[in-house]
């Protein structure tokens, strides 16, 4: 019985050292794509591939790419390949090569690569992770509703959420309390985009645990399970994620979300509400196929069932221009103010900006009015470039592409990483890459500098379709904030400021506080 046994243990340790060896050879052959295909790599180790320190949360992914692009940059490469675990990243180096892949050559690079479900994790199928046929659909239907005169038609809600904001700051420097900036400026932008994608006033800046805020935040919010399914997302084929029915949507945002939209779609369509929000837009999409320009939320005369939104791909956009909107720019925001307070000489001159354009407005925020305030904007874009929200831009390779000027062809399913933050603080693009300088996007220097070198938003057919929504939004932000209040780097903010490393977007560790003084 005992050799039995014996025998048993001896013949199952065999079988797992065979496995485990067999492992160990494929990763070490699959390390070595990037050598056989002729592109310059690194030095990816056993399991982590190049990216060790990040799955050790030692510096966030942004930082990891900046790192890779500053190591081909200095031996002269004009791209390079890297290993997110096993799987291969190309990452181009020269704007040209970046130009090729997000317009040039798009037909070649059409998606992002995101992994979703749009079975198992409805709210995953939104414009962003959508790829090939129902992304250009999907596309084409909501461009309509990200226009000018769209956007315009919404610039009201955004200038009434700015009275919540001042009393919030008004009790911060009455009682000389150090502002958490960025929570204050998240329940604002809650707030906005509640009332324009659902309809719903929030009250986030009256209540920090209202709802919307609560399961927002939730989203964003990083623990272990979440940081271990984004590992497996970066470094696992799709199809394994898929097989396994792996969400990245919490259940109960999940819930929340879905549960709220429905209720506002049965409601608004049971009474036939209008109102000028994204909503109403969604609405018109879902009954009627189009997006027009009257108070309509159905027609029974028009035939739409091919063209129209399910209630799910309804949801998946709602959910996510929510997402977008409310943290993309409670973080830009945030950034900003933390420049302006570090730098008093730009912020005073862009309070200067900022009162003397609302004096030809009767000192009210139109829309009109943020259109003109230039410097503002100089100073959004240099902090975009600083701080971008999404340090790595992804794409696919749909079919094979030969790489421009070489013999190399990258395969059909190459995943790409477009190290952005590497770009946006190249010192050959922008001088003094680490200075906060509005004047790095004065006319002349965005001239003078090659294309593809600023890229928050992504560049090409598949830009930010809310790239104008959300610099709106941060302009009345900011307008409402400088106007009324001078704004100093409180001793609570940790400095030197160091990028949290198990945030998906690029946010201060410790988070950033501010004196406020109230102005006359």
């Avoid at 079975?119 to 509703?145: C, Q, V, Y």
């Avoid at 315009?152 to 001042?166: E, N, P, S, V, Y």
């Amino acid at each position: 019985m005992s050799l039995i046994t014996d025998n048993l243990t001896f013949n199952l340790v065999a079988i797992l050292a065979t496995i485990l060896v067999g492992i160990i050879v494929y990763f070490k052959w699959q390390l070595s794509y990037w050598d056989r295909l002729g592109v310059p790599s690194l030095n990816p180790v056993l399991f982590f591939g190049d990216i060790k320190d990040f799955i050790l949360a030692k510096c966030t992914l942004g930082e990891q790419f900046k790192e890779f692009y500053g190591k081909f940059k200095s031996k002269g490469y004009k791209h390079g390949g890297i290993f997110l675990g096993p799987k291969p990243f190309y990452v181009p180096v020269d704007p040209e090569l970046v130009k090729h892949i997000m317009q040039k050559d798009f037909q070649h690079f059409v998606n992002h690569g995101n992994y979703f479900d749009e079975d198992a994790d409805p709210l995953s199928g939104h414009l962003f992770n959508l790829e090939d046929a129902k992304w250009k659909n999907m596309r084409i239907k909501l461009t309509p509703t990200f226009t000018s005169g769209k956007i315009k038609m919404m610039f009201q809600t955004l200038a009434d959420c700015t009275r919540g904001l001042k009393e919030i700051m008004d009790h911060s420097a009455l009682n000389h309390a150090p502002a958490d900036i960025k929570d204050i400026l998240g329940r604002f932008t809650t707030d906005i985009i509640g009332s324009v994608a659902f309809g719903i006033e929030c009250n986030s800046l009256k209540d920090p645990d209202a709802e919307f805020r609560k399961y927002g935040r939730k989203v964003f919010e990083v623990g272990f399970i979440d940081r271990l399914k984004t590992i497996c997302i970066l470094s696992l084929p799709h199809p394994v994620l898929r097989f396994f029915k792996l969400k990245f949507t919490k259940s109960d945002v999940e819930k929340f979300f879905m549960s709220a939209i429905r209720d506002t779609v049965n409601y608004r369509e049971k009474n036939n509400i209008y109102r000028k929000d994204f909503m109403h837009l969604l609405l018109q999409l879902k009954n009627r196929g189009f997006v027009a320009d009257d108070g309509k939320v159905t027609d029974e005369k028009e035939n739409v069932k091919e063209k129209a939104l399910t209630l799910n791909e309804l949801s998946a956009q709602a959910f996510v221009f929510f997402l977008a909107g409310f943290e993309t720019s409670s973080t830009t925001m945030t950034w900003a103010l933390y420049e302006l307070a570090t730098n008093q000489d730009v912020q005073e001159k862009l309070r200067n900006e900022i009162n003397n354009v609302l004096n030809r407005y009767d000192n009210k925020l139109t829309y009109e009015a943020m259109m003109e305030m230039t410097y503002m904007e100089k100073v959004i874009h240099e902090t975009l470039r600083k701080y971008p929200p999404l340090p790595i831009l992804t794409r696919k390779c749909n079919k094979d592409y030969t790489i421009p000027n070489t013999s190399i062809k990258l395969s059909r399913g190459t995943a790409v990483g477009i190290p952005v933050l590497a770009l946006h603080t190249d010192p050959e693009y922008y001088s003094n890459p680490e200075k906060f300088d509005p004047e790095h996007f004065s006319e002349e220097n965005v001239k003078t500098r090659p294309g593809f070198t600023w890229l928050p938003f992504g560049d090409g057919p598949r830009v930010c379709i809310g790239l104008r929504f959300g610099m709106l939004q941060s302009k009345v932000g900011l307008t409402a904030l400088l106007k009324n209040y001078k704004i100093k780097l409180s001793k609570k903010t940790e400095l030197p400021i160091k990028l949290d490393p198990k945030s998906f977007i690029t946010t201060a560790k410790g988070g950033i506080w501010l004196d406020v003084e109230k102005l006359d």
